[in-house]
């Protein structure tokens, strides 16, 4: 019988990964069938036997007669009565671009406007900036202190008991939990490519903020206080706070629930939907990669980016409220609980120094299909 190495074993747990959809669009697009298209035309016999044809087809063509072969109009061309090139800017060509591209233009376009600031040495600051020029924070996170972390740290020794009935949760759960948003709102590749997409592109927004945060902030991972926690899978190379898993998985449970809502079976959707996001925090913990004070940020940083792009998809409404994140000596040593108020607290921003979200067209294109294949 072989013997795995540890390389082995990562492999393996990348290969789990890929079944999994942790490559995003990537693999939705694989799924599709879209890479096997590109793999079968970049193929060098493909390539010859294309030119052969051709060479086949266009026999006895004049070539430089331009009347045989100039197409009447531009498929792309909106108007018959305007044969030249198409508008620039549309929205709608969004659906003549591949995923990955689209992907890449509506999270781009999400980024527009955002900033990112310190604050007293402690604390990350997102800034939105409209058209205007007036700024106004999304959120606030100050960092524990190192005594806070310490006092965690009891709660992480705890939660490693329950390591031997989760270990499979956590594994799975590696990647983006893809299978369990299918299992609630019943997805699938071929029925709701665009709600897939869409979960995609979020997500990749979301992991841009969520690392600049935690580059900003620099909190060592647990694992680091005590080498007696051995996490039971390969702790991340970035910092601990916000986790983000947990802001992930609350940002697009929020995303998800807005999107069926609406019916009685919506809201059992989205209690569901937000039950799975504490899961996958918790299990982060269970893991020994993470605080729970780090879910809480988590928490409260997926709040500030879904309201956010919520506004974005209706433009035109103020940031009115700032969330803020940071935790004192009276709650350094208590487990996570988002449904308690000391853990998410907006606060109001005054009139004066509100600003306006724009509305994101091409965020729009998006969330509209997903919303149309959610709705049946």
Known sequence: MSHLSPLSALQGIQGIQGIQGIQGIQGIQGIQGIQGIQGI???????????TVRQDMQAGTDVLDKATWLTDRLSWTHSAEAPDLPPINQPGDLRRWESGYRSALIYTDLLEGLSFATEDDVTAVLNYCDKNGEKAPLIKL??????????????????????????????????????HWSAICNLHPERTPKTLELIGTLL??????????????????????????????????????????????????????????????????????FRLAKRVADNRVVAGLHFPVDSAAGYVLADALADFVLKRRAGGQHVEKQREFSIDNAIADKDFDPTAPEWNSPINIAAKDQVTVEQSTLLNWLLDAAEKELKY
């Open 142 to 179: 100050t960092r524990p202190t190192r005594e806070q972390f310490i006092q965690q740290m009891k709660l992480v020794f705890s939660r490693s008991k329950q390591r031997d009935a989760r270990t499979a949760e956590i594994i799975t759960q590696i990647a983006p939990p893809y299978a």
């Open 204 to 273: 990749s927004f979301a992991m841009l903020v969520t690392q600049r945060v935690k580059h900003t902030l620099t909190c060592p991972r647990p694992v680091e206080y005590s080498t007696l926690l051995q996490p039971i899978i390969q702790t991340p190379g970035h910092g601990s706070l916000p986790s983000g898993h947990a802001t992930e998985a609350y940002f697009i449970a929020r995303i998800l629930a807005s999107l069926v809502g609406g019916s009685s079976t919506g809201a059992v959707k989205e209690m569901q939907l």
């Open 41 to 51: 035309l970049a193929s060098p016999t493909t390539a010859y036997v294309l030119n």
